[in-house]
Nanobody
Framework: QVHLVESGGGLVQPGGSLRLSCAASGFTFSSYAMRWYRQAPGKERELVAHITSAGGSADITDSVKGRFTISRDNAKNTVYLQMVSLKPEDTAVYYC????????????????WGQGTQVTVSS
């Protein structure tokens, strides 16, 4: 069975920091690029960060660039999102997403999603 389990969310004051983790199992983690998304109430799900399957390249969306960093440890089957200088507008449920990066025919194999972890930035 495939599992993606996020952790590390919680309540933090503006300007604070959190590190989110997503632990993967049930698939070949090193064959998947990993992404972090977030969704605030009443808003569309937003791509926050992306990292390639070997961790050689990462992209951060403009709204959090300079404050968030994505990384991964393939030996631990875990992807991380380090968040600093948090703002109230960062409040959302954060989800990790696994995207197959190997060879395939037809449609890409299905993505995998975690259940999310709540991040609340408030004073």
């Amino acid at each position: 069975q495939v599992h993606l389990v996020e952790s590390g969310g919680g309540l933090v004051q503006p300007g604070g920091s959190l590190r989110l983790s997503c632990a993967a199992s049930g698939f070949t983690f090193s064959s998947y690029a990993m992404r972090w998304y977030r969704q605030a109430p009443g808003k569309e799900r937003e791509l926050v960060a992306h990292i390639t399957s070997a961790g050689g390249s990462a992209d951060i969306t403009d709204s959090v660039k300079g404050r968030f960093t994505i990384s991964r440890d393939n030996a631990k089957n875990t992807v991380y999102l380090q968040m600093v200088s948090l703002k109230p507008e960062d409040t959302a449920v954060y989800y990790c997403n696994a995207v197959y990066s190997g060879l395939y025919i037809g449609r890409r194999p299905n993505d995998y999603w975690g259940q999310g972890t709540q991040v609340t930035v408030s004073s």
